[in-house]
């Protein structure tokens, strides 16, 4: 078991930078793949970033490419997204994962361990 805890997220200009986090307690986040999603109201959760269980490989959505980027710091056991260049569109609810699997997936229903989400509310 692993429990996920989300932070930082917040209101943001258009242009602005946010840094999510995602901290793990219960495991070693480097025992997991590790994802970020995110759902707006009324959509479908959708993948955003991911690292792999070695942290090596990293993927990233085609809306956010170049934007945003996944890392893990093993000692603090967490993830982060940075993001920058946010726009009004990347308004949603943020959600961290954890996916026993050694690649990354980015489909939500191959991970295991799920966040509460932290809600990211960018203005134009």
């Known amino acids: 078991q692993v429990q996920l805890v989300e932070s930082g997220g917040g209101l943001v200009q258009a242009g602005g930078s946010l840094r999510l986090s995602c901290a793990a307690s219960?495991?070693?986040?480097?025992?997991?793949?590790m994802g970020w999603f995110r759902q707006a109201p009324g959509k479908e959760r959708e993948f955003v970033a991911g690292?792999?269980?070695?942290?090596?490989?990293?993927s990233y959505a085609d809306s956010v490419k170049g934007r945003v980027t996944i890392s893990r710091d093993n000692a603090k056991n967490t993830v982060y997204l940075q993001m920058n260049s946010l726009k009004p569109e990347d308004t949603a609810v943020y959600y961290c994962?954890?996916?026993?699997?050694?690649?990354?997936?980015?489909?939500?229903?191959?991970?295991?361990?799920w966040g509460q989400g932290t809600q990211v509310t960018v203005s134009s």
């Open positions: 994962a954890a996916d026993i699997s050694v690649g990354v997936s980015t489909m939500p229903r191959t991970y295991d361990y």
């Open positions: 219960g495991r070693a986040v480097s025992s997991f793949a």
């Open positions: 690292l792999s269980k070695l942290g090596v490989v990293t």
